[in-house]
């Protein structure tokens, strides 16, 4: 005896597939990584040297390492970032955006992905230093 499904089921099976496939297509790609606070000076930066006009008013802005400088293509970039996790539960909720403004220029290689200045590491993070795992995408 050979199974054939109903056309009803095939249908449900066929919506049910399309949903999913859907959802993959729009599903929204972060990277992982990890984020440290860097302070003042923060001039000169690789990307616009002493000029005051490169930071946000609300001074939500980053360095990144090697790999997301990308030979200075990333200056202006934006990325949506929240944290993950740290030693002692660092992460406050939500998210925030900030803008590249240099390269990480701490040390040979960058001990993060990302540098945030001390106001975007404060939105997101409860304590003033240390390394924290982020999620982060460019937007």
Known sequence: MVFLPSP???AVIATL???QLFYQAFQVRCDVGTAMSYGPP???TKCDGYSQGQFPPS???AAVSGG????????GRT???RCLSGI????????IVVVVVDECQMSNPCPANLLLS???FGAVSRYSDGKINVEYTQI
């Open 88 to 95: 002692n539960r660092p992460c406050k909720n939500g998210n």
């Open 68 to 75: 997301l400088w990308d030979n200075g293509a990333a200056c």
């Open 8 to 10: 009803m089921r095939l």
């Open 42 to 44: 923060y001039t000169p």
């Open 118 to 120: 001390r106001e975007a």
């Open 59 to 61: 001074n939500m802005f």
């Open 17 to 19: 597939l399309g949903l």
């Open 79 to 81: 990325y949506r970032l």
